[in-house]
């Protein structure tokens, strides 16, 4: 298993409808541009359970618009990557282009915004960068303080959290992959949460 399983985790639980290890191909023949390790859509209402609302985490309870995001994984610290901030590569705007979440007219601009700040929203739709990794970038903190930086130790707390919590709605789970039964075995075996955080460092392969 690796980081980035436990990252889909994280935004899955979160309500995100996900892509993970997306490649960007080039328009003619040659070697691929970029891949990102995952892309995710959210929506404003959603609500896994309707008489418990803002159970997701922090970043996404005041949203009132769909968010389109862009998450860079890494096993140390959060940064982002030269694809996605170098806008001579143009590598976000061939992802707009193949995924679509905005019209063609808009991509240049919608794509100027993120090289620039990691974030814009149009009124119908929000877009971010967002990073996870071991430990918080200040450099990148200062450069692109919009994009939102989650270190994994609060990925596992909230993974963590949300099994507590919601246990005996999670208790049928069997559609899950493999990562998810996983964790929830982990969870069973490791109900303290400093002991869960060990353990899942151990199986992700993530510094102690």
């Known amino acids: 298993m690796k980081p980035g399983d436990l990252a889909y985790w994280y935004f899955r639980l979160n309500g995100f409808f996900t892509i993970v290890n997306f490649v960007l191909h080039p328009l003619r023949m040659g070697g691929q541009l970029t891949?990102?390790?995952i892309f995710g859509v959210r929506f404003p209402d959603r609500a896994e359970f309707a008489d418990l609302p803002d159970f997701d985490d922090v970043e996404f309870r005041t949203l009132d618009l769909p968010l389109f995001l862009c998450a860079e994984v890494t096993r140390d610290q959060c940064k982002l990557n030269g694809p996605w901030t170098d806008s001579n590569r143009g590598n976000i705007n061939a992802l707009l282009r193949a995924l679509g979440p905005c019209p063609p007219e808009l991509i240049d601009a919608v794509a100027s915004a993120l090289y620039k700040t990691g974030r814009h929203h149009n009124g119908k739709l929000c877009y971010s960068l967002f990073c996870v990794g071991n430990s918080v970038s200040e450099t990148l903190r200062?450069?692109?303080?919009?994009?939102?930086?989650?270190?994994?130790r609060d990925v596992i707390l909230f993974i963590h959290d949300r099994f507590r919590t919601y246990r005996s709605r999670k208790?049928?789970?069997?559609?899950?992959?493999e990562v998810g039964q996983k964790l929830w075995t982990m969870f069973e075996t490791y109900r303290d949460s400093?002991?869960?955080?060990?353990?899942?460092?151990?199986?992700f392969g993530l510094p102690a």
């Open 35 to 37: 891949d990102a390790d």
């Open 142 to 152: 200062q450069r692109y303080p919009e994009v939102p930086q989650k270190t994994y």
């Open 171 to 177: 208790t049928d789970h069997e559609q899950w992959d």
């Open 194 to 203: 400093a002991e869960f955080e060990a353990e899942a460092r151990r199986q």
